[in-house]
């Protein structure tokens, strides 16, 4: 994978930042887009709202000339909630997919000219099993992410003729400073932990590498052929039925 030129949105902390860590040990030059610049090195750390086009443009563009182009694109950065379908009022709505949806527009938008130029072109989406699994208090969150999934098999469908390979992960509960940031707000952490842990069937948290393996392969040349894929990383929470 020597070479290849990737972008990561989100890449400062959790699944961006283990993701950019793992694709330049595998040879990629990565950016990390995000609104903290401070990442390791060797990845590039450029400034970038995702819900602001104009942002957005400018961080790919400066990834480009950096790079020299650009192979891969990994539109990680999203935001949580919680709450039932009553309990967000309509500008938490509009927020919520201004950042897990159109972000993901926004940098796909921007990126696809040079995407169309490069020998190995892949689009990863950070989604989640939300998207596909009935989650309590979790509406306005599934909403987005099953709108991302929706989002990954059209782009697929609108760009493998141009080469460009476009899939999404569905990570399960992820041991992130998301979710850490959750438990610390909760009455009991150590009991909502173990609660989260019960509910999937590998009886713990993912990580955040775990997430990142999954997105590197997709994001390489080993999934040539594999688009418009949602990729479970969940500890079999979708897919397992298991007998205590």
């Known amino acids: 994978m020597t070479g290849l030129r990737a972008i990561v949105t989100g890449g400062a902390s959790g699944i961006g930042l283990a993701t950019g860590i793992l694709l330049a040990r595998r040879g990629f030059r990565v950016a990390s887009l ?12 450029i400034r970038c709202d995702v819900t602001d086009d104009a942002s957005v443009r400018a961080a790919v563009a400066e990834a480009v000339a950096a790079f020299g182009g650009l192979d891969v694109v990994v539109n990680n ?7 039932t379908v009553e309990e967000n009022d309509d500008a938490e709505w509009a927020r919520v997919f201004d950042v897990n949806v159109q ?3 926004r940098v796909s938008r921007a990126a696809l000219p040079h995407l169309r130029e490069s020998g190995h072109a892949a689009i990863v989406n950070t989604c989640s099993v939300a998207a596909t699994a009935g989650l309590p208090s979790r509406a306005l969150y599934s ?20 080469g460009i390979r476009v899939n999404c992960v569905n990570p399960g509960t992820a041991d992130t400073p998301w979710v850490g940031r959750l438990l610390d707000q909760a009455a009991d952490p150590v009991a909502e932990r173990a609660a989260l842990e019960a509910r999937q069937p590998a009886g ?13 392969y997709l994001a390489g040349p080993d999934a040539s052929a594999t688009t418009g894929v949602a990729l479970a990383v969940d500890g079999g929470m979708q897919g397992l039925r298991l007998r205590k």
């Open 34 to 45: 995000d609104l903290n610049i401070d990442v390791p090195g060797p990845l590039l750390g």
């Open 77 to 83: 950065a999203g935001i949580g909630a919680q709450g």
């Open 103 to 105: 972000g993901m527009v």
């Open 143 to 162: 909403a987005t992410k099953g709108a991302v999934q929706s989002l990954t098999l059209a782009m697929a469908a609108d760009h493998l003729r141009e």
């Open 204 to 216: 713990r948290l993912i990580s955040a590498e775990e997430v990142a393996g999954a997105i590197a």
